[in-house]
């Protein structure tokens, strides 16, 4: 039978962790294990401009007759100067809504794919695990160097130029625009720069994954390091999120933008990315983007969104803080690091007892949401991790 042929494929261990997680009855257990921001309460609320939103959609929504491959074009189009600043040029920009950045980053490796089978791809180690899957199975070429000193807690830059002066003319350089996941260590300005200089110099394609902006110093901030490549780049690839920073995570919402060089390129690339995503989704689920859209085409609701944000972030921040000041030494780095990931200089079989002895949940990575911590439950945590190191 031709279902036979199929090899059996492991569980994703972090949605395994889930599970593992309800069934534990220990009181004051901590979850830090799924990446989704969570409050005080360890809930993962609704943002109060979505929920206005969906509202005023319900109201005045007339029809959900099909869009087109492009999605919401408002949608695209209110999100440019969030991405590229208030202002910016985005004549030469074209965008199209994905099913969530997941969607965005599989339409850009099959972009890339279209105009070059094969193409190399460079990949910082670690990264999100989805993405390597996410190019190979578009036919994609990986090619990998060191990103992270797990032990020591720092970016290995040397090793990240090394591979980026080796790279050929014409490869594509995976880049977190911000909140690296899962180390929360991201490039300083001075190493972004360093970046955007040799893509320029060197013909590299820049893909940034931009995926928690907002979440880490802010949303300039966070797309700081994309407008340096983008100064200095001839093309480049936008995976963006929406779910994070709306919490609109099962609504799926994303973009895959492109800023080309040259305008005339620009819209052979649009053409290709439509023609692309139709025997993909045909068209992205539109619910969360209209949400979006109808927030950012209202001031009082953009400006609510971005408070909302604002508090997010100062929380994990807080709780960064915390963890840093409650033990300096072995806990420190993760006040310089940003966003809600850290990766813990912990083995799995370290991360195993945290589990067993201490209920508290974590990637066997060591990777950590520190977003499931609270100023109650930090000084807990740390002397878990003290218990078991
Ligand atoms: C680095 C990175 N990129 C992209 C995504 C995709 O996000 P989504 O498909 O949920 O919008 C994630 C989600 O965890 C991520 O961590």
Redesign the pocket.
Known sequence: MLFDGLKPQAPDALLALIGMFAADPREGKIDLGV?VYRDETGATPVFRAVKAAEAKLVETQSSKSYLGPEGDIRFTELLKPIVFGAGADTSSIVGVQT?????A?RLAAELIASAKPKATIWLGTP??P??PPTFSSAGLTLATYRYFDQAAQHIRFDEMMDALNRAETGDVVLL?GCCH?PTGANLTSAQWAEVAAIVGKRGLLPLV?L??QGLGGGLDEDSAGLRMVMEAAEDVII?Y????NFGL?RD???ALYVRAKQKARAELILSNMLALARPNWSMPPDHGAAVVRTILEDAALTADWRAELTSMRERITTVREALAAGDSNFLAPIAQQQGMFSLLPISAEQVATLRKDHAVYMAGSGRANLAGLTLKTVPKFIEALKAVR
């Open positions: 990446g099913p969530g950045g997941t969607g980053l990264t999100w989805n993405h977190h996941n994954d995926a928690y995976a999120s929406c779910d994070k995570y799926r919402v994303g």
